[in-house]
């Protein structure tokens, strides 16, 4: 590290005349020159569409796209690549979820249990599956220092609960949930567990029989991969029983007048022409990340948050959210500057080169819990460099000294 920076030829430019630092990964990372170059090639040299066709390119894009499940498969240590199904992203996977399987499992009476630090992305889909079926939705406390509070967990989950739906790493509060520890509790009630892996997936190694998950997400596009594909895997016996939700061509067996059979799972959920493109970049990503290795990734992230927070913690009226020990630290750090709105902080940084996000981050519900409107998010990947930090320290010090008439 960090011989990777020139694999992103995006990294190489000025912003505002001054060198871009792109600190906005957990919105999107940027996209290295293999993954680019496959999704270049595939449109070069092999594009057809897949499954149908028994032409020569039909069926080298066929084999590429079925190659991508095997190597999801370990990069996630799934037991069998039919686990493996694509969506569009996180979103759709955690929608598909509650709607094909919480529509058929849940009944009036039942919880749902999630915490106060999930996505919209982790909320919306459960909130709209108990108004639909008379469930409970439950919300998990959270410690000061914004970690679960696994003793609220311990009271919220009980017999009464059908699903437990947790982020593993949080997108606003930079902690990285206990998940094995919530599936077992969620198992010892007879729930399942609902993981949202859109911010750990791309930053540690993740092995989904270890975590004890049973439904585990994650988007393409956080991970190096394009925009338009994610993966939804769950366990076979999940997969067996969960009716398809998108009907058309691709995902049937055979279609007579009235009636309809469907293929089996993975392909029973992949109705119509897929993101052929998207698989095709999202198998040079995890080719990328696994020559890496995800240990490494996450150790050097660790280090850049190491470097930074300590900076963080000196600048006066700067404060924090989440945990202010770096070892308990993901790469997301998020912060608000004295009484200066967000977005006047993300803009000044902008204006220095350094590009963060600012707002509620998709978590409208943490927001309130914290009392809070918005946050600056700053976010890290391995290929944000030692330099980075301290350009961002650096903007930000400039940032308070410019507004120091203002309320800092
Ligand atoms: N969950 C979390 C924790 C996220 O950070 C995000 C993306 N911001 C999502 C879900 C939604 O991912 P996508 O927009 O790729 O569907």
Known sequence: MNDYVQDFPILRQKVNDEQLVYLDNAATSQKPRPVIDAVANYYYHDNANVHRGVHTLAERATESFEKVRTKVKNFINASSEREIVYTKGTTEGLNWIARSYGSTHLKQGDEIVITYMEHHSNLVPWQQLAHETGAQLKYIQLLSDG?????????????????????????VLGVVNPITEIA???????????????????????????????????????????????????????????????????????????????????????????????????????????????????????????????????????????????????????????????????????????????????????????????????????????EDVQQLVKAIKATKEFFKNDTV
């Open 147 to 171: 970690r679960l509070d696994m003793g609220s967990a311990e009271k919220l989950i009980t017999d009464k609960t059908a699903i437990v739906a947790v982020a593993h790493a949080s997108n």
């Open 184 to 386: 077992n509790l969620a198992h010892k009630h007879g729930a399942v567990l609902v993981v949202d892996g859109a911010q750990s997936a791309p930053h540690m190694k993740i092995d989904v029989q270890q975590l004890g998950a049973d439904f585990f997400v994650f988007s393409g596009h956080k991970m190096l991969a394009p925009t338009g594909i994610g993966i939804l895997w769950a366990k076979s016996i999940f997969l067996a029983e969960m009716p398809p939700l998108e009907f058309g061509g691709e995902m049937i067996n055979s279609v007579e007048l009235q009636q309809t059979t469907f293929k089996e799972f993975p392909w029973k959920f992949e109705g119509g022409t897929q993101n052929i493109a998207g698989v095709i970049g999202l198998g040079a990503a995890i080719d990328y990340l696994s020559a890496i290795g995800m240990e490494k990734i996450e150790l050097y992230e660790r280090s850049l948050v190491e470097n930074l927070l300590p900076e963080l913690l000196k600048i006066e009226g700067l404060k924090v959210y989440g945990p202010l020990d770096p070892v308990q630290h993901s790469g997301i750090i998020s912060f608000n500057l004295g009484q200066l709105h967000p977005h006047d902080v993300a803009t000044a940084l902008d204006m220095q080169g350094v590009a963060v996000r600012a707002g509620h981050h998709c978590a409208q519900p943490l927001m309130e819990y914290l009392g809070v409107s918005a946050m600056v998010r700053a976010s890290f990947y391995f290929y944000n460099t030692s």
